[in-house]
């Protein structure tokens, strides 16, 4: 099962009983808006308890394309790794 955006907004919303539903979607709007500035200006993002979202720059690499087996060069750019914190490690083996 997938959590989606939709299903955030409907938790949000039920275990906060004084917020409206239109509230609740702004909520959860404005935190991923922030998460996603962060990482585009290549701040890291650090959730206590959940885990560390960071970027890293990769080089340009040689590749080659499957079907054709034809070398090429594969751009620079960067990524967005996730490394979970202990506490989240713990619970998700726990289980």
Do not use: C, W
Not at 13 to 38: G, I, W
Not at 70 to 85: H, I, M, N, Q
């Amino acid at each position: 099962m997938t959590l989606t955006k939709a299903d955030l907004i409907q938790q949000v919303y039920k275990t906060h009983p004084n917020l409206t539903k239109s509230q609740s979607t702004d909520f959860v709007e404005m935190f991923l808006n922030l998460a996603k500035s962060s990482l585009i200006t290549g701040e890291d993002l650090l959730l206590s308890g959940f885990g560390k979202f960071n970027i890293k720059n990769k080089k340009s690499r040689r590749g080659r394309n499957p079907q054709t087996g034809t070398e090429l060069t594969l751009d620079a750019r960067r990524v967005v790794t996730f490394k979970p914190s202990g506490i989240l490690r713990t619970r998700i083996n726990s289980d």
